[in-house]
């Protein structure tokens, strides 16, 4: 997978399109899911043009590794769902669902979750 920098999140990293921003640093750029899945649904994305975990995983500094993570520390903490419990999921690739070829994880929580990947 080649990174494409005009895809959505790129283009929210440059403020090409607006987001409702939860949390910036040198590192990592937070919002709220347009979409959400759960009652809190945000996305963290670090900034840099990582397609995928693995991507991020080998081309990403160890500052860069350590910011990111941090920061999804943090804003699980500011979005309130650290006491309760939440959910982390980065979709890589076809087969793991990805739609946005941006590394980006989503903090899930606010409530009681079902089961992580349904079973047929």
Known sequence: MTYDPNNIFAKILRGDIPCKKIYEDDFALAFHDIQPAAPVHALVIPKGEF?????????????????????VGKVAEMIGVEQGGYRLISNCGVNGGQEVPHYHVHILGGG?????????
């Open 51 to 71: 397609e995928n975990h693995a991507a991020f995983s080998q081309k990403a500094s160890e500052a860069q590794l350590v910011g990111f993570h941090r920061a």
């Open 112 to 120: 009681r979750l079902g089961r992580m990947v349904a079973r047929d």
